[in-house]
């Protein structure tokens, strides 16, 4: 008895230490904790709406709308898969190859965006006639939906070694690689390869006798191997025709000097409509504006890299995925400028008025460009922004 008395005793004692904190059901939010006072894709938009609305004047609104609404995509098909029926399938949707499609040589088309400007670079001379146009990649397919039809693409299916079908990617992204026109038996370098659509798309020519496909990132290198991996057989990898390396391509410029007969620039940009519309890895964060700003000096110098690593007579095509004019035309006309005075490079502007009037049913080119081609953002075609250029060593 004594026993159960000094228990229940020393039960009572522990019960009165004992003070219960009680559950709050009410935090007050910290930004900290949830998230930055200044979201990257709020500061991006209002870099944007300061400059491009300079930029662009009124074409802006428009522009800005479609930027923040889904971006429409392309099957880039791959000729290396044997999954059966993928473009019959495909067209079953009312999807269309826009590269291949018939081109109508008795008319001369001309921009609708530029019809209405006097100071369009377009405007200053007769567009070339259709028949004397230089040839496209036949073997280089991309299938798109219509105009205004924004049904989403179902993800590839692999065939029975497991190669997929089609890769899918924003369809002016493919312009660049059709504006470099490998030939048969070319050597190709990809400055800045990753994340491989480009690189992928490159290989579709099946003209490619060496390619070099080079990122700085070792993450966006390892994405570029498992991309190739995945659509290309084992044994086209091991044939050696691939070089991939991690390496920082402002060298190759000099170690490999006029080793190439075409080369891709497609440089590190602002990503603009990444940067509008998503947070994670956004170049508009506030422990980036340094790198943001050096972006045009790296560009330069990318660009300069592969002037130098063009052969004589060689071609390159410098793009972005940028609006803007500082990292595109401006870029273009410091590097030439640079290649001749400290290099003594002689680098010639391609002119690609056809090349866009080829494509003006499918994309919404801009007008009033000193040099290159700017894809818009669109509604009825919402593709870009792709911005290209394509260069010439004469020496």
Known sequence: MAAYVCTRYCIN???????????????????????????????????????????????????????????????????????????????????????????????????????????????????????????????????????????????????????????????????????????????????????GGKTLALLQTHSVNYLWANDLSGSRTMRLRRTLQSYLPKEF???????????????????????????????????DRHSAMVEENNIFKRSRTKERQKLPLLQTQLLLAGIQATRQGGHLVYSTCSLSQLQNECVVQQAISLAQQELGIAVQVQDLRWFAQRFSDTFHFAPQLSVGELVLPYLCANFGPIYMCKLQRMN
């Open 13 to 195: 004692k522990f019960k009165d230490s004992i003070r219960f904190i009680p559950r709050r059901y009410r935090v007050k939010t910290k930004w900290a904790a949830t998230r930055p006072k200044f979201p990257a894709t709020e500061l991006a938009l209002h870099n944007f709406d300061t400059s491009y609305s300079i930029q662009l004047r009124d074409l802006w609104p428009s522009i800005r709308v479609a930027m923040l609404c889904e971006q429409k995509y392309g099957a880039l098909i791959n000729s290396f898969s044997s999954a059966p029926n993928v473009i019959i399938d495909l067209e079953a949707r009312g999807c269309k190859d826009f590269i291949s499609r018939p081109i109508d040589c008795s008319r001369n088309e001309v921009h609708p965006s530029s019809q209405d400007s006097t100071t369009s670079h377009r405007d200053s001379t007769e567009l070339e006639p259709a028949a004397f146009q230089p040839s496209i990649s036949p073997d280089i397919k991309c299938l798109i939906f219509p105009q205004g039809d924004i049904s989403r693409f179902k993800p590839s299916r692999p065939d029975s070694s497991g190669i997929l079908g089609y890769y899918l990617l924003d369809a002016a992204s493919v312009l660049p690689v059709l504006a470099l026109d490998v030939q048969p038996g070319h050597t190709v370098l990809d400055l800045c390869a990753a994340p």
């Open 237 to 271: 990898l091991d044939e050696n025709k691939i070089h991939i390396t991690s390496t920082d391509g402002r060298q190759l410029g000099m170690t490999e000097e006029k080793r190439f007969d075409r080369v891709l620039v497609d440089v590190p940009c602002t990503t």
